[in-house]
Structures are given as structure tokens and as C-alpha cells.
């Protein structure tokens, strides 16, 4: 959320932000509803003072004056409440209205309409040299058969499968060593809850933006949501706190499954394991003074890239444009692993700064040097997302017999060196 003094007083800077963007938002509209917010609540302040004044004067009146004076604190009570009706509706407007403005973008995003707006900023490692020519992953002979897609549409519908084998294994052992390298660079490990209520949501900016595409779980009892990302406990972890972050930054690492309808996918990455509506990820979240945030996300970018790099793999980094980004993210990295069978990047780790946007709405702050309570800034990353990075290891360590080896660092962790046949 964005401070909505900046909103008032840099309405030019917003109204911008909106139209690189690409969104659709009325700011004069916003701006007259907040006037008109404002309004109705000095003037119930007022009435609520002034009735108050006169009921604690009620008790030194005389008999007489008490029967007058009764009624006019019915006709005032009953006033108030006419007027309180009237600014509850404009303040659910507005409470829902304030959600929908975007970050403020740093200044070294690229502007742009949409995916073609962003910016390769470095390629990092070399594509592998095959003698043969590469499949993609599904059609690799050693894991054809360890994704069964068949029997989960008969158990769970389309984009659904059960890895089997030495897949699940490896599966397995990916989550593991991601999990503790990333330990290893001094981020706490946690494992969330996969299952939170809309407030988290709301906090992280995932509600109202991406609401269609979360699963709701008994949604007119509990209002509970299952999450399509471990960002969402581990942002709402610290909610409603004053954290101490002044000396250094919490840094927190959590494994969680996770579950998107991608309601915006239709008909796209059909094949394989690319694309589903659930999938493990390890997820990286930090809590920091607004001061050391930005070298904080460069810290993420470097423990992401060392990762792959690990693994062997092959990879460029994109400085994504304004119109690519999610409504929270003042800035945001994409690194996008080259898959040899699709001949093409691919997304494998995204690493945002969403500076102090979702801890005004998660109510997370800190004391700086003077003892004043701010906001902290938050930020996130892709730690590993087991689906695209095991497409990744598949694709660019596929054999020409059809089997896959394993890079070495995860051999300690899965038992075997390669999938064959």
C-alpha cells in the first residue's frame, strides 16, 4: 500500500506510475473520494465530541432540563449513526480503492508495456553442446515414464501429475540442497503454513490483484486460501509487530508446497511439468531497514545466481520492465534458465524489492537510530522452484542414450548419479 500522504502530495508521480504501468485506475476519482473520506470523518469526530461534551453534562442537569435534554441526545445519537452509515460506504470504497494503486518503481526499472519492455542485463555460463539433437523434458526416454499426467487427471484434473521414481527422488534432493544452501548463506529456515487467511493475502498484495488466481478453501465459513507461494506466511509472519532490524536484516528461507489456478494460461506449456496448479518451492524473505534494502536485493540476485551456478547451469538475468511487474514490486529480477529442448530462457527465479508497500499493509515496523517506528522493506525470492529447475537439469544433462546424469553436487543428497532407462 502506498503511503497515502505521498498520494496527496505527488499525485503527478502516481498518476505516472499508473500509466507505465498499463493500468486502469482513476486517481482525480481517488482523490475526491479520499477529500470526501476525510470529511466525513472530522465531522463524526465532531458530533461524537460534541455529544459526548453534552451526556457527561446530562448528569448535573435538573429534572426538568434532563427530559429536554434526553431528546436531543437521541436526535444527535440517531444523527451520528444516519452520518456514520454514509462515510462506512465511502471508507469501504476507499479502503478497497487504496489497494489497487501500485509500488513506486526505482528509478533503474526499464518502462515498458509488457514482456518486451525488459532488459537482459547479464548472461551468465555457456548453453550446453550436445552431438545429438535435445528433447524437451517430458519426451526425455529415462523420464517419459516417471510422470504419470494419465492416472492425476483421473484423481485431480488437467495440469496435475504424480513423479515417480527417481524423479520424485530427485525431486527430493533438489529441496534439499536448495534448502540448505541457502541456510548455508545465514537465512533461518522455516517451514509456513500453506493455508492462510485473507489478511495475509492482502498484505502481500496478492488480494485484490491476483485473486483469481488463489483456491479458496471453505471460503464462505473460513476465508482461508491456500498459497501459491511461501512469500505470503513468511511476509505475515512479523505482521502487526515492531521487529529489530537496525543492527542487521531477518532473513528467513521457507519450503512450502504451493497451488495457482493460472487462470491466465490457457492452452500454453500443455506438455510436461512446466506449467501446473501445484508445486514445491524454496522461498527466500527478508525484513530490513529501508537503508540497506536495495544492496539486500542485490545480496537475493547474487544467492540465486550462486545457486544455479552450482548446479551448472546456464542463465541470463532481466531487469523487468514497468509493465511486467506485480502491483507491490518497486524493482524486480527474472532469471530465466536455458532450457536446451525448448530452445528457449525460461523463468526459473524471481527476485523483487517491494520496499516498505506491503509492511504499511501488514503493519510491520521497526525503531530507527532516534527511536521513531517506520515501516521495514521487504523483499523476496525464488530460492528454487522444483518443476522448472528439475525441467532445467533434465533438459541441459540429458544423454544421448536417453538417460539423465546428475550433477554432482546433488549426488550426496539422492543416492544415484544418473536416470537411466
Not at 498499463?22 to 463524526?44: K, Q, S, V
Request: glycine fraction near 6%.
Amino acid at each position: 500500500m502506498l503511503d497515502i500522504t505521498f498520494v496527496r502530495e505527488h499525485p503527478e508521480r502516481v498518476r505516472q506510475e499508473i500509466e507505465r504501468r498499463g493500468m486502469t485506475f482513476d486517481l482525480n476519482a481517488f482523490l475526491h473520494l479520499d477529500e470526501d473520506r476525510r470529511e466525513y470523518i472530522a465531522r463524526l469526530d465532531e458530533m461524537r465530541a460534541a455529544h459526548n461534551a453534552a451526556a457527561d453534562a446530562f448528569v448535573a442537569l435538573g429534572d426538568e432540563e434532563k427530559v429536554k435534554q434526553k431528546a436531543a441526545l437521541r436526535d444527535a445519537k440517531a444523527s451520528i449513526a444516519q452520518l456514520e452509515a454514509k462515510a462506512n460506504a465511502v471508507i469501504d470504497t476507499w479502503n478497497d480503492a487504496v489497494l489497487r494503486l501500485p509500488n513506486i518503481t526505482h528509478e533503474s526499472v526499464p518502462i515498458g508495456p509488457n514482456e518486451k519492455g525488459n532488459v537482459v542485463i547479464k548472461t551468465v555460463g555457456e548453453k550446453p553442446i550436445f552431438s545429438f539433437t535435445p528433447l524437451p523434458h517430458h519426451a526425455v526416454p529415462a523420464i517419459e515414464p516417471l510422470i504419470d499426467s494419465v492416472r492425476a487427471a483421473k484423481v485431480s484434473g488437467s495440469r496435475f501429475w504424480y513423479l515417480t521414481g527417481h524423479l520424485a527422488r530427485l525431486e527430493f534432493a533438489l529441496m534439499h540442497y536448495a534448502f540448505d544452501f541457502y541456510t548455508q548463506k545465514g537465512f533461518y529456515p522455516m517451514i509456513p503454513p500453506m493455508i492462510v487467511r485473507s489478511q495475509a493475502m492482502k498484505g502481500t498484495g496478492f488480494f485484490p490483484a491476483d485473486e483469481n488466481e488463489i483456491y479458496a478453501v471453505n471460503e464462505s465459513d473460513d476465508r482461508l486460501y491456500l498459497v501459491g507461494t511461501a512469500e505470503v506466511p513468511l511476509a505475515g509472519y512479523h505482521m502487526d509487530e515492531t521487529i529489530d532490524v537496525a543492527g542487521k536484516p531477518l532473513r528467513y528461507v521457507g519450503y512450502s508446497g504451493c497451488f495457482r489456478r493460472e487462470a491466465g494460461t490457457y492452452g500454453r506449456d500443455l506438455q510436461g511439468i512446466m506449467r501446473g496448479h501445484q508445486f514445491n518451492k524454496i522461498e527466500m524473505f527478508i525484513f530490513c531497514n529501508p537503508d540497506v534494502s536495495w544492496a539486500q536485493h542485490e545480496f537475493l540476485l547474487a544467492c540465486s545466481e550462486e545457486f544455479l551456478q552450482s548446479l551448472g547451469l546456464h542463465y541470463q538475468v532481466v531487469n523487468m520492465c514497468t509493465g511486467d511487474i506485480g502491483a507491490p514490486n518497486a524493482k524486480k529480477y527474472d532469471i530465466e534458465t536455458w532450457m536446451p529442448g525448448q530452445q528457449a530462457y525460461r523463468e526459473t527465479n524471481s527476485c523483487s524489492n517491494d520496499t516498505d508497500f506491503q509492511a504499511r499493509r501488514l503493519n510491520c515496523k521497526f525503531r530507527d537510530a532516534s527511536g521513531k517506528k517506520r515501516f521495514v522493506h521487504t523483499l523476496n525470492n525464488t530460492g528454487c522452484a522444483d518443476l522448472r529447475t528439475l525441467i532445467a537439469l533434465i533438459e541441459n544433462y540429458q544423454q544421448e542414450d536417453g538417460s539423465v546424469s546428475i550433477p554432482s553436487v546433488l549426488v550426496p543428497y539422492c543416492g544415484f548419479s544418473a536416470i537411466t532407462r
